[in-house]
C-alpha cells in the first residue's frame, strides 16, 4: 500500500485534536456553573450562553463524526490517496473548526446562522468523499 501524503494525517490528527478541544470547552465551562451536575446542561439555557453553545458544538461534532471518521479510514483502507481525497478531508476540518469558533462567538436564534454555511461546506465535503470513495470502488 503507497503512503498517504502527509497532509492528510495532518487533517486527520487536527481533526481529532479539535474534537477534544471542544470536550474540554463543553466540559469545564459547565463545571464553573454554580450548582452544575455531571453529565445535566440546564435545559432553560439557550444560545444566549456560552456553555449551551460549547455543549451543542461539542454535541454537533459528535453528532458528525462517526461519518467522517468512518469514511477517512474507509478511504484509507481502500487506498483512496488522490488529490481530491485530501482537498476534501482539508475542506471539512475546516469548515468544523470555523463553524466551532463561530458557535462559540455568536450568540444567536437565527437560522440559517453564520455557522451553518461552514456546516453544511462540511456535510457537502463529507459527501464529496462518499462519492468519491465510491467512484473509486465501482467505477
Request: proline share 4%; glycine share 6%.
Amino acid at each position: 500500500m503507497t503512503k498517504l501524503p502527509q497532509s492528510i494525517y495532518i487533517a486527520f490528527y487536527l481533526y481529532l485534536i479539535m474534537v477534544l478541544v471542544q470536550w474540554g470547552v463543553a466540559t469545564f465551562s459547565k463545571a464553573k456553573q454554580p450548582n452544575a451536575v455531571p453529565g445535566k446542561v440546564d435545559q432553560d439555557l439557550s444560545h444566549d450562553s456560552f456553555v449551551f453553545r460549547a455543549h451543542r458544538t461539542f454535541q454537533n461534532t459528535l453528532e458528525n463524526s462517526l461519518l467522517f471518521v468512518a469514511t477517512v479510514l474507509f478511504g484509507i483502507a481502500i487506498g483512496q490517496q488522490g488529490l481530491w481525497f485530501g482537498v476534501l478531508v482539508w475542506v471539512y476540518v475546516i469548515a468544523r473548526i470555523i463553524h466551532m469558533a463561530l458557535y462559540y462567538a455568536i450568540a444567536t436564534e437565527k437560522n440559517p446562522s453564520p455557522r451553518s454555511y461552514f456546516f453544511m461546506l462540511g456535510l457537502l465535503a463529507n459527501v464529496a468523499l462518499l462519492g468519491l470513495l465510491a467512484y473509486s470502488l465501482f467505477i
